[in-house]
C-alpha cells in the first residue's frame, strides 16, 4: 500500500522538481490569458524585448489587484505574482486612448472602448481618454491576445526599474494570428 501511494505521488514531485529547474535556468510556465499558455525564457537583456516579465507598480493599483485576487501572490513588492505582457510603446512613443480604442504612434491597437468593469461587475480604474507620451526609462505594456487583460490600459506605464527580465516564447499553445502582431 505504501509502495503505490509513494508511486502516485512520483508524477506530481517530478512535475515540481522539474519546474523549480526550469525556473532555475530562467524558464516561466505561463498559465495565464494574456498570452498563450506554454513556455517562456528570460532573455539576456530587458532592453528592447518584445515581452517582458515585471512587477506592478506599487501603490493603489496593486492593492486593489491584491485585494481583488486578480493574480495570484507572488515576490512581488507588493506580494503579488510577476505578470508576463508584450511591449507596446517604450520613452519617445505616443499612446493614445480615445472611447474607440488605442494607438502607438498613431497605429490602432485596440479597437474597443477600454473596459471599465471587471468580470464580476466592480469598477476599473481604466486609464482616461487622452494622449500619454512615454517617459524615459518608462514602458507600456498591453496584450491583445485577452480583452480582459490586465495591462496598461488601467495603470499606464511602468518603469523600466520594474521590468525583471525580457522574456521570449519557447513553446505555447493556443497560439492566435494577432500574436505575432508587431507592437513597435
Not at 512535475?15 to 495565464?32: D, E, K, M, P, Q
Not at 496593486?62 to 507588493?78: F, I, K, M, N, Q
Not at 496584450?143 to 520594474?162: E, W
Request: aromatic residues 10%; positive net charge; hydrophobic residues 40%.
Amino acid at each position: 500500500m505504501k509502495r503505490k501511494f509513494a508511486l502516485a505521488l512520483l508524477p506530481g514531485a517530478v512535475f515540481i522538481s522539474a519546474l523549480s529547474v526550469g525556473a532555475a535556468l530562467g524558464y516561466r510556465v505561463n498559465l495565464t490569458q494574456s498570452l498563450p499558455l506554454g513556455i517562456w525564457q528570460k532573455t539576456p537583456d530587458s532592453k528592447g524585448a518584445a515581452y517582458v516579465e515585471f512587477c506592478l507598480p506599487e501603490g493603489q493599483f496593486s492593492a486593489l489587484v491584491r485585494e481583488r485576487e486578480y493574480t495570484p501572490h507572488g515576490t512581488c513588492p507588493e506580494g503579488l505574482a510577476p505578470l508576463l505582457k508584450p511591449v507596446a510603446a517604450q520613452a519617445g512613443d505616443l499612446v493614445v486612448i480615445t472611447d474607440k480604442g488605442l494607438s502607438v504612434n498613431g497605429k490602432p491597437l485596440l479597437t474597443e472602448a477600454i473596459r471599465e468593469h471587471d468580470s464580476k461587475g466592480r469598477p476599473l480604474p481604466a486609464m482616461k481618454p487622452g494622449s500619454y507620451p512615454v517617459p524615459e526609462k518608462a514602458l507600456w505594456v498591453i496584450s491583445t491576445y485577452h480583452p480582459r487583460s490586465l495591462d496598461s490600459r488601467y495603470y499606464g506605464a511602468i518603469s523600466q526599474a520594474s521590468v525583471i527580465a525580457g522574456m521570449r516564447p519557447i513553446f505555447v499553445f493556443n497560439q492566435k494570428e494577432d500574436y505575432a502582431l508587431v507592437y513597435r
